[in-house]
């Protein structure tokens, strides 16, 4: 059986990583919207008060703002006033299907209009559009078509003159962030608590489960398999989030290689905004002691009564102590395992075929995948992902493949009679599959939560894509949980 663990490492050695862009659906310019207001600019436009700048990124070149206000006036009896102002209203009524915001506001309203822009350190400042009543307005927000996260503003007001010789007015062309995105971004993140863990190089850890509770006494009484998630250890990291409206408490919990639940834990608060860390040595664990003085016991806005971890009963962290907090060494944990006696059965010629096969078939088919995501690069750069739904449609059908394969290698696994001997060591292989397959979709699912932070939107294909991935890592997650109880 070991041979068919290493069969499966070597299938399973391409795990994918995507630290892409995401990307937005197709947007148009409001191309006539522009061309009205550039002519009003260069018919009527004044030099003084005239705003303009533009910020790019130094690395890129890409355009991350912009602002254009421009003054206006005319004659009130110039046919190219009433000509100009005529398209005004006929454009932004033809191209309000582009917008996601759109105002037109008639003389005699008394509502002023504040346009929120936002830069890229996350301050904001309202440019006042609209100012008094006898002002007539038009205005409509669209996503930029280069970069979904930002917002083009284009506006425009004016009035008559107090002797009516003239109409007056300002013209407003404006692109920052999307005021609806940051926002979002900036209520999720007080909203999201996160587990961020490191292990030693020597440490075996596979996986934690992740428990949460209302109160202690109910985290005291929570089953070994009530757990919320279960999060596998990639390149000696693991990392876990939530939204949570209110802090509760919660567990952390070791799962060995083998598929069994270390006898010791670590109980926290989780805590909305805040983030946990912590390293896993062996036969001690440094964590944030930081953290504790925030919101722990040491603040005294701790949920739970004393900070335990069974195993070790209810050691006392004491204010003092160093960062390093000793706990005793787990018997099996971190000593040299005794090598197994050599199995007296292997698989027959014909079976090993069989296996490398199928492992490779499911190698080449990973390899296929993480090709696919690698052909989004160039659209990345060009922050216009438009004509990508095919690469999308082709990365789900790659996976569904997958999928098939993935249970066509373990119906193998399953199928092969062995002694009742071998029987606990056939039932760890197949948890190893399993585990493995879920490392590669929990890195997809990683991929698509890094494409979300970074531009907030994803096209329709690309949600479709990402709905699925999620589907396939929730059913490898319960499988790969039968698979370890089974394997005791």
């Not at 008394?110 to 929120?116: A, G, P, S, V």
């Not at 373990?410 to 029987?423: H, Q, S």
Request: negative net charge.
């Amino acid at each position: 059986m070991k041979r068919i663990i290493i069969m499966l490492l070597i299938a399973c050695s391409a795990i994918t990583t995507m630290s892409a862009d995401p990307t937005a659906a197709p947007q148009k310019k409001p191309a006539n919207v522009i061309a009205t207001l550039n002519a009003i600019i260069q018919k009527f436009g004044m030099n003084e008060g005239q705003i303009f700048s533009v910020n790019r990124n130094p690395n890129t070149g890409i355009m991350e703002s912009s602002t254009k206000i421009v003054p206006f006036s005319c004659p009130t009896n110039d046919v190219k006033n009433d000509d100009v102002l005529n398209a005004v209203s006929i454009n932004f009524q033809k191209e309000e299907p582009l917008s996601y915001q759109f105002q037109h506001i008639q003389p005699g309203s008394n509502e002023n209009i504040y346009l929120m822009v936002i830069d890229n350190d996350g301050k904001s400042n309202n440019v006042r559009i609209r100012s008094n009543k006898r002002q007539e307005m038009w205005m409509m927000c669209t996503k930029n078509p280069e970069n979904p996260q930002l917002r083009d503003a284009y506006a425009v007001t004016w009035e008559l003159s107090e002797d009516k010789q003239k109409t007056v007015g300002t013209v407003y062309m404006i692109t920052s962030l999307r005021p609806d995105v940051y926002v979002k971004n900036l209520e999720t993140s007080k909203k999201t608590f996160k587990i961020e863990g490191r292990v030693d190089a020597n440490i075996k850890d596979s996986l934690y489960n992740i428990y949460i509770a209302n109160t202690a006494e109910e985290l005291e009484n929570i089953g070994d398999d009530d757990y919320v998630a279960c999060v596998p250890v990639i390149n000696k990291r693991f990392e876990w989030q939530t939204e949570l409206d209110h802090p509760v408490v919660g567990r952390l919990r070791c799962i060995f290689p083998d598929g069994e639940l270390c006898s010791a834990w670590i109980n926290l608060d989780f805590v909305p905004g805040e983030t946990y860390r912590i390293t896993v040595h062996n036969g001690y664990y440094d964590e944030d002691q930081d953290y504790e003085r925030r919101v722990g016991r040491q603040s005294g806005k701790s949920l739970l009564n004393e900070r335990q971890s069974r195993g070790i009963d209810d050691v006392v962290v004491d204010d003092v102590v160093a960062d390093d907090v000793a706990i005793d060494t787990i018997p099996g944990y971190s000593d040299p395992v005794t090598p197994r006696q050599s199995s007296k059965w292997e698989p027959t010629p014909e079976q090993m075929m069989q296996i490398e096969a199928k492992g490779m078939a499911l190698k080449a088919n990973m390899d296929a995948i993480k090709a696919t995501y690698a052909s989004l690069e160039t659209y990345f750069k060009m922050k216009s992902l438009t004509g990508t739904d095919l690469i999308f449609a082709q990365i789900t059908k790659l996976n569904k493949e997958l999928d098939a394969k993935f249970q066509d290698f373990i119906k193998y696994l399953k199928g092969l009679d062995v002694p009742p001997t071998e029987i606990v060591e056939k039932n760890k292989a197949i948890g190893e599959v399993h585990k493995e397959i879920l490392k590669f979709y929990t890195e997809q699912n990683q991929g698509f939560t890094e494409m979300y932070k970074e531009v907030g939107v994803l096209t329709k294909a690309a949600q479709k894509t990402q709905k699925y991935i999620n589907g396939l890592t929730e059913k490898y997650l319960k499988e790969m949980s039968k698979a370890v109880m089974g394997a005791k």
